[in-house]
């Protein structure tokens, strides 16, 4: 948090460099597991891309998750499903130990491209709808802090233990 490159708009894939993209991608896979994370974008690791990564695996620390199976999305489009929105906490992993409560669409549709280049799409619904939202977020120049509405809810997580829903970063 705090680096220029966090605050960008990120740039599309135009051209489809398969042996790039998965250069990339790779990067951005090892990092994210390593970090245990639930997703990351390109920008997180320093490659202003429109591009982002996410997978939730069954895990016991987070019982109420959903799992996601792991998604490469390209040039990502959302489309929020009605206008309800639902509270939840995050973290990120460009803000390393800090929580907060961010409001965010209950449902959601994207699109993209995964890494072949081919377009998909699909309607979400809760944890993976955050998710999407939050790694979309990061290609826009926009950290989760930065969504947050109520500042009493943001802390460091040692010092939240008890008063959180425990979530990946
Ligand atoms: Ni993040």
Not at 26 to 50: F, K, Y
Request: proline share 8%; charged share 20%; with cysteine.
């Amino acid at each position: 948090m705090g680096h220029p490159l966090l605050r960008q708009v990120a740039q599309p894939v135009d051209t489809f460099d398969a042996a790039q993209i998965d250069a990339l991608l790779t990067d951005m896979e090892d990092t994210m597991r390593a970090l245990n994370g639930a997703g990351i974008a390109a920008p997180q690791i320093g490659v202003s891309l429109r591009v982002v990564i996410f997978e939730m695996r069954e895990n016991p620390r987070y019982p109420h998750v959903a799992p996601i199976p792991f998604t490469v999305l390209i040039n990502p489009a959302l489309t929020p499903l009605g206008t309800a929105k639902e509270e939840g906490w995050e973290g990120c992993l460009s803000v390393p130990g800090l929580r907060g409560v961010v409001p965010r669409y209950r449902r959601l549709h994207y699109r993209g491209l995964d890494r072949t280049g081919a377009s998909f799409e699909r309607s979400v619904e809760g944890f993976h709808a955050r998710v999407v939202q939050h790694e979309v977020d990061h290609l826009d120049g926009v950290l989760f802090p930065q969504r947050i509405e109520d500042m009493t809810r943001f802390g460091f997580e040692d010092a939240l233990v008890g008063q959180m829903v425990p979530t990946p970063d």
